[in-house]
Structures are given as structure tokens and as C-alpha cells.
């Protein structure tokens, strides 16, 4: 009998997963337009992928709003239902927008799959990248807010009542007793939340007076990249959407100039409102910096919708007025992807030249431009770095010695 299952072996760690085969779907409403939806769509892929599913295939549809049963008309189910048919590889299909629990329902029933949406899909990558007590807390609390209102007695461990005697309620049926469980799962989070947070808050008051320092971005932008150069530290970083889940602190000295520096969760578009919301307390490090570091994916196609959403979640966190230093990263991608090979050095540089010149005066905060995978113009920004610290030194302790 052949050993299938490889027991002992040091290279094998678990069970491997089977990769999973999806459909994304997206539809155009009044809201939106082709471009927008299929930019959104393109990230839904990327979003896949770092969840570990392979998109085979996309459909969209032009609608005035979204079907309230089926999301998408009775045609283009239709549609989908036959492509799903002639490939029995495909066990998933991810909606773009939101779903309600009986879109869900009919749509599981109607194409016999799996059916998720945009939120289910971040939150199980959060869920898959959480690491501390914190994020994992957080995680969980959002997933049971995102929960409670779509129950449908998916749940396999609460199909049964608690029964027996001094257990049976006046006739409580199962939906009811699921939601009393979930609320009474989201009250015991939110505690343990508090808990956790009052902890954080502890630390951070044990820091001392040193500036703080944090870097912010839409996901994937290369913050952490970015961190490693600057603390010369050894943080993850991966090109996969989240990389990034638990808040990183590191103490940093430009020459004899302390400071601290912190890694945030990268944000997007459309992220699920409970997901920021459990997370306010991961982005406290936001809100008790002195300096936020706004780290920009130049080569993307949509940085400026990036730049838009990233501002927007600031205003939300009451951060907006805090001093900021954009730093558009990916320089050298930005030429690879756009610039003609054939283009001698002195035309290049004159065009790039251009394009900083044209973005600079766009934005009111400071501005800088590197590579931080090639470390190019990082000399630049940890002098300017430096010079924006020491003026909130400056400030904050007017009176107080400096030594650098």
C-alpha cells in the first residue's frame, strides 16, 4: 500500500488545499461606469488570487440597478449557469458588490456553487493574514457583523437547538437562536477588543516623547518595502493585496535622530464598512502620529482614485489635518510600463522630469519620488524626513536640548 499521504515528511506541512476555479461578476449601474467597473474587477481578480482562487473567467452586465433576487437579469444567470456546466473545473463565483443572504440562497441554488461577494472575499484574506490577538479579534468581530444580518441556517453547528429540559424556549425558531448566538459572540469580541486596545494604548504611552512616524497607503503600494530601507528591519512584504494585516512598530535613528516608525494596513475600494470599523483600533497608530507618510503606487493605471480613497478613510479616522509627505513609489515600474525602450537617456530623464513637475503641483503636502525596491531617491526622502521631524521636535519641545 503506497504511503498517499506522505506522513513524517519535513517538506509537508498540513494538507495541501486544491486550488479553487472562479467566475467574477460585476455589474454596470448608474454608479459606475465600464472603466470603473472593470478596473474593480481587475482588483477582484487580484483579490482572488491572493486568496488563493484562479479567475477563468469574468462576466458583466448592464443594469439600471442590481436584480433584487438574483443580482444580475434572468438572461445573463442563465449565462453563467451554461458556462459553469461546460467546466466542471469551477466550484466559485464572486460578485463584486455586496449580496443579501437570499441573493445568496438563489443564486447557490440556481448555479450549484459556492457564492460569495467583494466583503466575504477581503475578509477571509484578513482572516488568512491575521497574526495577533488583535487582528485576529478584529477579524472575527467583523466577520459576525457582516454575518448577522445574512444568517440562513448556513451554520452546520447550530442546526440544533439546545435542547432538553429547563433548554426549550417558547417556541424560538432556529434562525432566531442563531442570531441570539452571533449577538452574544459580537458583545464577548467588542470586550475583548477593549481589552486588547486599552493594552495597545498602554504601550504606546510607554514610547516616550519620541516623534512618530506613519506610513499609509492603499494596499500593495510597497509600504512595507518601503519600511525594511528606511528601519533596515526585516518586515513582510509580498506583491499580494494585505501582505500587511498587524500594525509593525519599529524605532528608527537618521544619524543620532530618534523617531518612531509604523506600518499600517493598507486600505481599498469598496472595503467593507464592519472591516473598518473593527480595525479603528488597529489605525489608533494613525491617529497618535505626528507625521503620516503617504505612500503612492505610481505605475498603477488608478493611482489617483487610490490617492482618493486613502484620503477619504483618513477623514473618516479625523486625521486629515495631520501633517503629510506623499511619496509616489515605483518609479522605475512607472518607466518600464510606459516609456519607449528605444528612448535615449537624456529624453527619458527630461520626461520624467516633466511628469514629477506635473504631479508635484497637484497636491499641497510635500512631495518625493523613488524606487524603494531599487532604493533609488531614498537619500532624498530621509533628508527630507529628517528635516520635517526635527521641526516637530522642534515645536513639541521647544525648550528641550537637541543633540543631533
Do not use: C
Amino acid at each position: 500500500m503506497s504511503d498517499n499521504w506522505q506522513i513524517g515528511k519535513a517538506k509537508k506541512k498540513g494538507i495541501k488545499k486544491d486550488l479553487e476555479y472562479a467566475i467574477v461578476v460585476g455589474v454596470i449601474s448608474k454608479q459606475s461606469t465600464e472603466e470603473q467597473v472593470t478596473e474593480y474587477l481587475d482588483e477582484l481578480e487580484f483579490l482572488a488570487e491572493t486568496a488563493g482562487a484562479v479567475t477563468v473567467k469574468r462576466f458583466t452586465q448592464k443594469l439600471p440597478h442590481p436584480d433584487v433576487r438574483t443580482f444580475v437579469g434572468k438572461g445573463k444567470l442563465e449565462e453563467i449557469y451554461d458556462y459553469i456546466e461546460a467546466h466542471e473545473e469551477i466550484s466559485l463565483v464572486i460578485f463584486d458588490d455586496d449580496l443579501t443572504g437570499k441573493q445568496t440562497g438563489i443564486l447557490e441554488e440556481e448555479l450549484k456553487v459556492k457564492i460569495i461577494d467583494r466583503s466575504t472575499l477581503i475578509l477571509d484574506i484578513f482572516a488568512n493574514r491575521a497574526q495577533t490577538a488583535q487582528a485576529k479579534t478584529q477579524v472575527e468581530l467583523a466577520q459576525m457583523q457582516y454575518l448577522l444580518p445574512r444568517l440562513r441556517g448556513l451554520w452546520t453547528h447550530l442546526e440544533r437547538q439546545r435542547g432538553g429540559i429547563g433548554m426549550r424556549g417558547p417556541g424560538e425558531q432556529e434562525i432566531e437562536t442563531d442570531r441570539r448566538i452571533v449577538r452574544d459572540k459580537i458583545s464577548l469580541l467588542k470586550k475583548r477588543l477593549a481589552k486588547i486596545d486599552q493594552q495597545a494604548q498602554t504601550r504606546r504611552k510607554n514610547r516616550g516623547q519620541l516623534i512618530r512616524v506613519s506610513l499609509i497607503g492603499y494596499t500593495n503600494v510597497g509600504k512595507s518595502t518601503l519600511m525594511n530601507v528606511l528601519s533596515k528591519s526585516e518586515v513582510f512584504a509580498e506583491n499580494k493585496l494585505f501582505a500587511t494585516l498587524d500594525t509593525t512598530v519599529r524605532k528608527v535613528v537618521f544619524e543620532t535622530m530618534p523617531f518612531l516608525l509604523s506600518d499600517t494596513v493598507g486600505f481599498i475600494r469598496k472595503l467593507p464598512h464592519h472591516l473598518v470599523e473593527s480595525f479603528k483600533s488597529t489605525l489608533d497608530e494613525l491617529k497618535e502620529a505626528d507625521l503620516l507618510v503617504h505612500v503612492v503606487d505610481m505605475a498603477h493605471p488608478q493611482y489617483e482614485d487610490h490617492i482618493k480613497t486613502v484620503e477619504k478613510t483618513i477623514q473618516e479616522l479625523d486625521s486629515s489635518n495631520k501633517k503629510t509627505l506623499m511619496v509616489f513609489n515605483k518609479v522605475d515600474l512607472y518607466q518600464e510600463l510606459y516609456f519607449d525602450k528605444l528612448l535615449e537617456e537624456e529624453t527619458r530623464t527630461d520626461l520624467l522630469n516633466e511628469l514629477k513637475s506635473s504631479i508635484t503641483t497637484r497636491y499641497d503636502h510635500e512631495v518625493r519620488f523613488i524606487s524603494a525596491l531599487k532604493k533609488e531617491g531614498i537619500q532624498d526622502l530621509r533628508e527630507k524626513l529628517k528635516s520635517m521631524i526635527v521641526d516637530l521636535y522642534e515645536n513639541r519641545y521647544p525648550y528641550q536640548p537637541k543633540t543631533w
